[in-house]
Structures are given as C-alpha cells and as structure tokens.
C-alpha cells in the first residue's frame, strides 16, 4: 500500500530530494537506499493483479550517457578503508539528508545499493556536487558493514496473554478471487445505533466495506468501489449530524509519478442514507491519509492531506472551505516534499490554533509539526531517523503517559522498497516534555513494524500497546524468515510509579509468529463487553508457498479478547 498503505498504501523511501541545490532539476543523490520508492502500506511495487494504469517512463534518454560520464571517475582512486569517509564522500552523500550508515547493510548488498545510488544521481540531470568514484564508495561501505545482519530471535509466543483471546477469521467475496490488500480498518458509527461496525479498505480491488462485528456472526457490507483506497477518516464535514467519510486515494497500486491521487467525500442523505461519491480534489499524486481540523479558525472543518507522490510529486497540502456555506475548498500546499505518509491534527503549543503533525519516509525519514500561525504554518522538526533505512510508516496520537499532553507513537519498518529489514524497525514514543520538545523512548524492536494502536488492554488504568508486522515475502537477511518473527506483539505497560525522573514500563508479549502480513490494525470494545479487542487485516502478494500460514491468512481477523 502503504504506503498504505501506506500503506499500506505503498510508504517506502524515495530518491527525490528538495530541490533548492539545482533549481529546475531534481536533487537526488547516493542514498543508497533510495532506491526504494513508493508506499507501502504501502510499498506494493510488486503490483497488483488489476489493470492498472500504464507505468510512467522515468528513464532520461541520456542516462546512459550520463552514467558513462560518472563511471569515468573511477579511474585510478586509492581504496578508502578509514573509519570516516572521504571528504567528497562525505559531501556527496549527505547533501539532502544524513549520510548512510555501512550497518544499514550486509557487506555483500553494497555493491546494488551505491550502483543504485549514483543512477539515481545521473537522473537528476545534477551536476553541482562532485561525485566521487564508485569504487571508493563501494570500498568505504564495504569495508565498515558487518559480513551479515543478525536479527535476536524472537520471543516464543506467550500463551497465557494467547489464551486471553479468540481469534476469529474472517473472510468474504471482493472482486473475483483477488488476493487481500487490506490497507485500512478503521472504527465508525455508520447505524447510530451499532458500536461493532468498522471501515475497511482494500487497495488491489479498490472496495470500501462495512464490516459488523460480532463473535461468530460478522458480516461485510459493500459501500462502494474507488480507485486505490488507502486511508478513510470518519467525519461529519457537513455538519448534518450524519458521518460521512472522506477517503484518501493513491490513484495507482505501484508507485510511480502521475496525477491520479484524489481525496474522496462519502456523503451519506441524512434522509435517504443513499451514499454520493464527490471528489474534494483530484489531479495530484498518491494520497496516502487525511485528517480533518478547524485549521481556518472559523469553526468549521477543514481537511489536510499527506499527498505522499513518488519522487517528483507529492506534498502535505490543506484544503480550506470556500464561503460560509460552500463544500467547496481551495488547496494550499503547506509543504513541498513528497513521502508524507500519516497525519495527525490537535493543538500542540496551546495557541487555540489547530497544528498537522506529519511523518515523512523517503530520504526524510522524520517526524514534524506545521506549527498554525493562521495565514503560514511553521515547520518544527521533533524526531528524524538515524538512518535511511527507518521505514517511518506510522504516527499515532496519545497522552501515553497520561500527564496531560498529547505525545506520538511512532513506527518504522517499512521495507517494500527493496525487501531489506532493519535493526532499526519498531515503534518508538515521542513524549511531550512542554514548549514544543518532545522526548524519544524506543519502545519496541520489531522487524517490519507497521502500525501500534494505544489501549488499556488490561484495565489496570494505564495504556498499553497492539503493535503489527508487515514483511515481504523475500525479506533480507533470509535468517529473519527461518526465525518466525513476531507478527502481533502486545505492550503491556508495567510502570509501578512514575516520577519526573523515570520513564514507563513495558513487557513485551508475542501473541503470534511467523504471519507477518498486516499493514492494518484498529483496537477497541468492538462488542461492548468491557474487554478490549483487536482486528488485523492482511496483505498478500501470493507469493507465500501455498502450505504456509501466511498464505493461508484470511482478509481479516478479530481477537475478541474473553470476559
């Protein structure tokens, strides 16, 4: 997806960077893992078995001549084996982000990586930075990463946290026989009268359903088919007294450049429930969420939207109405980047004014507010990845430590890009320290972390954690596979008594392995027992052996957890 999706939808780094160094032309450089593209939830640039739009031509017709004129340069160079790089090195690739770590990357795997890196950069049309030689570079990488990447093996399942739920399959008929591409579940109040009923988003076959939960008895519901749904947000925008919908839509299953993202208005009569599909704005890149706020200060809803793109689209823009009774807006782009991937609105510096926090993949890796001064926003950057190789996927608004303020929850381990895990991938919390600082506390290693929902899963007061995994099939290192990892991982918090001076607590519990196939995941009471309950959708590319569990998974599964 993944991006979702996002995901889902499709997140995955880019190789586009600002372009402030070289005006008119794009600023790509080494970054190795740049290579990546598209989203995920996300990273889907496996594709899909839709017939899809045609893949945009990105190769430049001088490329080869331009790589020609870039392998020149590796001539005759000394080979590089200090502990720091070259200088030139140095520069070269860390112009428009933080230079790549050797550890990203087992020693065989540098050689595609940088060979990558330097096409990317005789894309751009660039020729303002002085390239070093390949082999250099190849030299210093290879020379610094370890001879392979080793991921600690998992915890085995704990069956006494497993045998507090049931787990229930659940599967239904969504255009033909196409594999699930679940991108989204979200909780909505659609009957007035219903609390179980949840939105469900599938990518490959563009469908939109209801989805009522009750043990041993849900039911799916067809609302109706869009493009490439990756996110859906409940909202009454009209302020009729009726939830509507508004969906973001990617325009295209693989990643790549074009004008087929659009953000989506589900507009239920209040008197006939009959449901209008209308068009908020279209024509852009792939969007991957939306959020909505009263970003205009003037009491009504406005909407903002992560336009993740590719590598020359993309950006996080704002829709505000138009007139005081017009469901007309007009679009404002707040930033120029593509890779945004989640969003999130409330008042972080108290203003009364409502802030977008946003989550950037691509060569970005980073978390950051846009700061609501009425007629600007101001950027503050609150988290950025050590590496390239984060896979920011995920950002989720919580008072985690209840004190409150609104901290974040963030997720990285997205690795559709180019199937590679990262020791780096978990989720992480940003805790709200006052005055625009905030805090980062890793909370959890997680290969392929995808989304971490907050909840007091065992109503002791505090907030815990459902975290998911979603992996490709081919991950690298293969060792990661032959482990089982943990797919569905539970964080109970366990601070006895927090002070000033000390950080939560958690204990991690691994309620199952071996499955990691979710981008999807939402938590709540679904059927009202007083017991808290989780639902996980799923994404395959069928490419598991068929006698495999993950082949095997169904669209969706609810953890109804026992009284």
Same mark, same amino acid.
């Given at each position: 997806?993944?991006?979702?999706?996002?995901?889902?939808?499709?997140?995955?780094?880019?190789?586009?960077?600002?372009?402030?160094?070289?005006?008119?032309?794009?600023?790509?450089?080494?970054?190795?893992?740049?290579?990546?593209?598209?989203?995920?939830?996300?990273?889907?640039?496996?594709?899909?078995?839709?017939?899809?739009?045609?893949?945009?031509?990105?190769?430049?017709?001088?490329?080869?001549?331009?790589?020609?004129?870039?392998?020149?340069?590796?001539?005759?160079?000394?080979?590089?084996?200090?502990?720091?790089?070259?200088?030139?090195?140095?520069?070269?690739?860390?112009?428009?982000?933080?230079?790549?770590?050797?550890?990203?990357?087992?020693?065989?795997?540098?050689?595609?990586?940088?060979?990558?890196?330097?096409?990317?950069?005789?894309?751009?049309?660039?020729?303002?930075?002085?390239?070093?030689?390949?082999?250099?570079?190849?030299?210093?990488?290879?020379?610094?990463?370890?001879?392979?990447?080793?991921?600690?093996?998992?915890?085995?399942?704990?069956?006494?946290?497993?045998?507090?739920?049931?787990?229930?399959?659940?599967?239904?008929?969504?255009?033909?026989?196409?594999?699930?591409?679940?991108?989204?579940?979200?909780?909505?109040?659609?009957?007035?009268?219903?609390?179980?009923?949840?939105?469900?988003?599938?990518?490959?076959?563009?469908?939109?359903?209801?989805?009522?939960?009750?043990?041993?008895?849900?039911?799916?519901?067809?609302?109706?088919?869009?493009?490439?749904?990756?996110?859906?947000?409940?909202?009454?925008?009209?302020?009729?007294?009726?939830?509507?919908?508004?969906?973001?839509?990617?325009?295209?299953?693989?990643?790549?450049?074009?004008?087929?993202?659009?953000?989506?208005?589900?507009?239920?009569?209040?008197?006939?429930?009959?449901?209008?599909?209308?068009?908020?704005?279209?024509?852009?890149?792939?969007?991957?969420?939306?959020?909505?706020?009263?970003?205009?200060?003037?009491?009504?809803?406005?909407?903002?939207?992560?336009?993740?793109?590719?590598?020359?689209?993309?950006?996080?823009?704002?829709?505000?109405?138009?007139?005081?009774?017009?469901?007309?807006?007009?679009?404002?782009?707040?930033?120029?980047?593509?890779?945004?991937?989640?969003?999130?609105?409330?008042?972080?510096?108290?203003?009364?004014?409502?802030?977008?926090?946003?989550?950037?993949?691509?060569?970005?890796?980073?978390?950051?507010?846009?700061?609501?001064?009425?007629?600007?926003?101001?950027?503050?950057?609150?988290?950025?990845?050590?590496?390239?190789?984060? $896979?920011?996927?995920?950002?989720? &608004?919580? !008072?985690? #430590?209840? @004190? /409150? =303020? *609104? %901290?974040?929850?963030? +997720?990285?381990?997205?690795?559709?890009?180019?199937?590679?895990?990262?020791?780096?991938?978990?989720?992480?919390?940003?805790?709200?320290?006052?005055?625009?600082?905030?805090?980062?506390?890793?909370?959890?290693?997680?290969? $392929?972390?995808?989304?971490?929902? &907050?909840? !007091?899963? #065992?109503? @002791? /007061? =505090? *907030? %815990?954690?459902?975290? +998911?995994?979603?992996?490709?099939?081919?991950?690298?290192?293969?060792?990661?596979?032959?482990?089982?990892?943990?797919?569905?991982?539970?964080?109970?918090?366990?601070?006895?008594?927090?002070?000033?001076?000390?950080?939560?607590?958690?204990?991690?519990?691994?309620?199952?392995?071996?499955?990691?196939?979710?981008?999807?995941?939402?938590?709540?009471?679904?059927?009202?027992?007083?017991?808290?309950?989780?639902?996980?959708?799923?994404?395959?590319?069928?490419?598991?052996?068929?006698?495999?569990?993950?082949?095997?998974?169904?669209?969706?599964?609810?953890?109804?957890?026992?009284?």
């Amino acid at each position: 997806m993944a991006t979702f999706l996002l995901a889902h939808l499709g997140t995955a780094h880019s190789a586009r960077t600002a372009k402030a160094a070289a005006p008119n032309a794009a600023v790509i450089s080494l970054p190795v893992i740049l290579l990546c593209s598209g989203m995920f939830f996300i990273g889907c640039q496996l594709g899909c078995q839709r017939n899809d739009r045609p893949v945009v031509d990105v190769e430049s017709p001088k490329l080869a001549e331009r790589m020609s004129a870039i392998n020149q340069s590796i001539a005759q160079s000394p080979q590089i084996v200090s502990a720091d790089p070259d200088p030139i090195i140095e520069k070269f690739c860390s112009h428009c982000h933080r230079l790549p770590k050797p550890a990203s990357f087992a020693r065989e795997a540098w050689y595609d990586e940088i060979h990558k890196g330097f096409e990317f950069y005789a894309r751009s049309g660039r020729n303002d930075l002085q390239p070093p030689a390949l082999k250099d570079v190849l030299a210093y990488y290879r020379a610094h990463a370890p001879e392979s990447i080793e991921f600690p093996a998992p915890p085995a399942v704990d069956q006494n946290w497993r045998d507090r739920f049931n787990r229930e399959p659940l599967n239904w008929q969504d255009s033909g026989d196409l594999s699930p591409a679940v991108s989204s579940i979200k909780l909505m109040r659609w009957d007035s009268k219903a609390s179980n009923q949840v939105v469900v988003t599938d990518m490959r076959s563009g469908s939109i359903n209801l989805v009522t939960l009750t043990p041993s008895q849900s039911s799916a519901q067809l609302l109706t088919r869009v493009g490439v749904p990756a996110r859906t947000t409940p909202c009454d925008l009209d302020e009729d007294g009726v939830t509507d919908l508004l969906v973001a839509d990617l325009g295209s299953f693989n990643p790549y450049d074009h004008a087929f993202g659009q953000v989506l208005w589900l507009y239920r009569d209040p008197a006939t429930t009959n449901l209008t599909v209308t068009p908020l704005i279209e024509h852009i890149g792939r969007v991957a969420d939306v959020c909505v706020g009263d970003f205009a200060g003037d009491g009504r809803l406005d909407v903002a939207l992560a336009e993740f793109g590719h590598r020359e689209t993309g950006a996080v823009r704002l829709l505000v109405r138009e007139g005081d009774q017009s469901m007309n807006f007009t679009s404002r782009k707040l930033d120029h980047r593509p890779g945004a991937v989640q969003l999130s609105a409330f008042d972080w510096d108290d203003d009364g004014r409502t802030d977008i926090a946003t989550i950037f993949s691509q060569e970005f890796e980073s978390v950051e507010l846009l700061l609501n001064r009425t007629s600007k926003f101001d950027k503050v950057k609150l988290h950025q990845g050590d590496d390239l190789t984060s $896979g920011s996927v995920g950002l989720e &608004p919580v !008072d985690l #430590d209840r @004190d /409150g =303020d *609104m %901290d974040l929850l963030v +997720v990285h381990g997205d690795c559709f890009d180019n199937n590679f895990a990262n020791l780096s991938h978990g989720v992480g919390w940003l805790e709200y320290r006052g005055e625009l600082r905030f805090q980062y506390h890793r909370l959890l290693d997680l290969p $392929g972390a995808y989304r971490a929902v &907050p909840a !007091d899963m #065992d109503h @002791d /007061g =505090d *907030m %815990d954690l459902v975290a +998911v995994a979603n992996l490709p099939t081919n991950v690298y290192p293969q060792s990661l596979t032959d482990q089982n990892p943990a797919s569905v991982v539970l964080l109970e918090q366990t601070t006895p008594k927090r002070t000033e001076s000390t950080s939560l607590t958690f204990e991690s519990h691994v309620l199952e392995r071996g499955t990691p196939r979710y981008p999807a995941l939402e938590v709540a009471d679904f059927n009202q027992d007083g017991q808290m309950d989780f639902a996980v959708g799923t994404l395959l590319f069928d490419t598991d052996p068929p006698h495999t569990a993950a082949a095997q998974l169904p669209r969706m599964a609810v953890w109804w957890q026992k009284p």
